[in-house]
């Protein structure tokens, strides 16, 4: 009997889970930013380089193909490469990427299928991929679960991106994805140490694990059982972000939460540029829109290079 090609592709993924199960890492995982050259082409050794930053600062894992790596900006084929790269010069450490270019199973499936086979760990689904705005829950859980059907036993994760639009997950939807087995990493965008205590009371047992965004809850969403940080200002400052979630630093918290206007300002340019005065050799490029700091901006942006180290080093 003839296979439909949703058939073969779900057949295609069972052989890249035969390892047992394992358990995602707790603590930093970087949101990775991509680099451009000056003519916004991809900057492939500063890829590398970057890479090797965030892991020399304490990661635990990496996040690529996200917003912050303006993924949707990225080819299909650059997101690919982009992983099978990170995972390459990461060595043991996990990395767990997004990207899916829709949810209509002909693209997605084959693209799933690609980039699992990079080495990633995860694929992370994107949670306003697979429902529009008002649609309901239910139409995104049939959905999703059509999506793991057909991906066979794929280690799977979420991402509540902000655009184009928020959706949050229940923790009775998240509870049930737990359960399923196939979850493992969950970008929190909740904002709410409170939701996120709900939110891991319903996962308890399960291997799905929760990442929080939000820099000023940083501390609280980990005492409420959450695992770690996944947020915008690790692109500044990782080895701080470690540091401050190995010490339980109420003084980096502090730290974090006040300064993320300056970090958010003409994200994710401001990030590079940190990134560069830390010694990466990124350019302030982005394909997500054009951007010019001021002298002022700059030299805030310096003396926040400079404060973020000295706290570093007082916690190290």
Not at 150 to 158: E, I, K, M, N, Y
Request: glycine share 6%; with cysteine; charged share 25%.
């Amino acid at each position: 009997m003839t296979m439909t090609r949703r058939a073969a592709l779900a057949a295609s993924f069972a052989p890249l889970m035969k390892a047992a199960p394992r358990p995602l890492p707790d603590g930093l995982w970087p949101v990775m930013l991509s680099p451009f050259k000056a003519d916004k082409s991809m900057d492939w050794n500063a890829l590398d380089a970057l890479t090797d930053w965030y892991l020399a600062n304490g990661s635990a894992g990496l996040f690529a193909c996200c917003m912050s790596s303006e993924v949707f900006q990225l080819t299909p084929e650059e997101r690919i490469e982009s992983a099978r790269r990170i995972v390459k010069r990461a060595g043991k450490t996990p990395v767990v990427a997004a990207g899916m270019p829709s949810r209509q199973h002909a693209e997605a499936l084959p693209f799933i299928k690609r980039m699992m086979d990079t080495g990633i760990d995860s694929f992370v689904i994107i949670t306003n991929q697979m429902a529009e705005k008002d649609e309901p829950d239910n139409v995104w859980k049939e959905r999703t679960e059509a999506l793991m059907a057909a991906t066979g036993s794929t280690r799977l994760g979420f991402y509540e991106a902000p655009s184009p639009y928020k959706r949050l997950l229940s923790a009775e939807l998240l509870g049930w994805a737990g359960r399923s087995g196939r979850f493992h990493f969950l970008k929190d965008v909740s904002l709410d140490a409170a939701v996120i205590g709900e939110r891991a009371r319903a996962v308890a047992g399960t291997p799905l694990k929760i990442f929080n965004a939000h820099a000023a809850i940083m501390l609280d969403a980990v005492a409420a059982g959450g695992h770690g940080f996944s947020g915008v200002c690790a692109n500044g400052y990782p080895g701080l972000v470690s540091a401050g979630l190995k010490k339980n630093s109420p003084e980096a918290q502090q730290f974090l939460r006040a300064h993320e206007p300056t970090i958010s300002h003409k994200y994710p340019t401001s990030c590079k540029i940190l990134a560069r005065m830390a010694g990466v050799p990124i350019e302030p490029v982005s394909r997500r829109r054009d951007v010019i700091f001021t002298e002022p901006e700059i030299e805030k942006l310096r003396a926040l290079r400079r404060a973020a180290d000295e706290l570093e080093q007082s916690l190290s």
